[in-house]
């Protein structure tokens, strides 16, 4: 069910809503907890009923993980707890997304015949694993209000205007917002605000997104027939629809919060207005951008040790990224995607266009903080240039 789906927009939401405020209005607020809980599992279920208990099993798994490193009194089983539900999480997001390409490229190479089972990716795997993974972690660290009760936990991970594809939630912000009086009873202002924002981004997705995305299949159909002109028109046009694409669905699930008076993290700011690929990765896709840094980067080290140690702590972020999020790096495609590689590569998964260009935008020199004019011009324009070059591989795989 999408969100610009005519069930979600006259059927979906009007329904939920009317619970939710009848809830708050006539019964308690546990009671409206448990609504927006419930709708958003019927939301989920609606892409994928049958795969509906891996996501409840993985809120439940991670909840009593969770709760066994709160009341832990030894940082040792502490860590164990941890290391328990890391590689739980971990592994999971390994079975769904690379079984299937593992054992096809052991077929390959070796020629045997192996039985490749069929295996659907639950939709939002990887966001509703970071949110948990997150609160682990703060767990871990002593960085919780209070012991959560399961159903707020439970609407915190499946709160359906996220669940899809974003923002990852903190828990320290969001839950706190559900244990509040404030929950289910905006203002006429923050109502309409709501309201304001899910119509903008459902016209930056319809009207604008969708809209080109026939065109930018058709142009990509064929990319080696392609003139230069051409080439670059289909590199635009895909850079829109991605751009309006990803704008509208942030600014819908940010309205829908709203009209429930709930505040989520801001996950789109004007990216192509960066002037580097840092500044670009702080603004697309930012709660992404800030898991990242907060539960991976600044505990390897970050920027502390020395530009070398850097660049290896963002090579080593932004492919833990890729691993757990999409495929293959963007570089795989100008290695493999030729007609002479191997088939087991050119059939392999794909990872996404810019996760790497943080470590392309460190090895062109990026992340030097002591520049001319002319060098951060020089570095500006060596970013851009292998954004697009990504962008043209990567779009060409995905036809």
């Not at 639950?122 to 949110?131: D, K, M, N, Q």
């Amino acid at each position: 069910m999408l969100f610009n789906s005519y069930d979600f927009v006259f059927l979906f939401l009007p329904f939920t809503l009317v619970a939710l405020y009848c809830a708050r209005r006539f019964l308690a607020l546990r009671v409206a907890v448990w609504t927006i809980g419930a709708a958003s599992l019927v939301f989920y279920a609606a892409w994928s009923v049958h795969l509906l208990p891996v996501l409840l099993v993985s809120v439940a798994a991670n909840y009593l993980i969770g709760m066994q490193i709160i009341s832990s009194k030894g940082e040792k089983l502490k860590r164990c707890w941890l290391t328990l539900g890391v590689a739980g999480n971990l592994a999971t997001i390994g079975y769904f997304k690379y079984t299937g390409f593992i054992l096809s490229t052991v077929v390959r190479l070796t020629g045997h015949s192996i039985l490749i089972p069929d295996i659907v990716l639950p939709v939002g795997i990887s966001f509703f694993t970071f949110t948990q993974i997150a609160f682990l972690v703060d767990a871990s660290r002593g960085h919780y209000p209070h012991k959560y009760p399961f159903p707020d936990y439970l609407l915190f991970v499946t709160f359906f205007p996220h669940l899809v594809a974003g923002p990852i939630l903190i828990h320290k912000f969001v839950i706190p917002q559900f244990e509040s009086e404030r929950f289910g009873r905006p203002s006429v202002r923050t109502a309409y605000a709501g309201t304001v924002l899910f119509c903008i981004g459902l016209f930056k997705k319809v009207m604008i997104a969708d809209s080109l995305a026939p065109y930018v299949n058709l142009l990509y159909a064929s990319p080696a027939t392609l003139s230069m002109p051409e080439a670059w028109l289909a590199a635009l046009l895909y850079t829109l629809q991605l751009y309006f694409d990803f704008s509208g669905y942030s600014d819908m699930a940010f309205g829908l919060a709203l009209l429930m008076n709930v505040r989520i993290p801001n996950n789109f700011n004007s990216p192509y207005k960066a002037a580097s690929m840092t500044e670009f990765w702080r603004r697309w896709h930012i709660s992404l951008s800030r898991f990242l840094r907060d539960y991976l980067y600044i505990p390897l080290g970050g920027n502390r040790k020395g530009p070398t140690r850097q660049t290896l702590n963002l090579l080593t972020t932004m492919s833990r990224m890729d691993l757990c999020r999409l495929g293959r790096p963007a570089w795989f495609h100008a290695k493999y995607q030729s007609p002479l590689a191997p088939a087991a590569y050119r059939n392999a998964p794909s990872f996404g266009v810019g996760d790497h260009l943080f470590v392309s935008h460190a090895g062109l020199g990026g992340i030097s903080r002591r520049k001319s004019a002319r060098g951060r011009a020089h570095s500006g324009c060596n970013d851009w240039a292998a954004y697009w070059k990504n962008h043209l591989y990567v779009r060409s795989n995905h036809r």
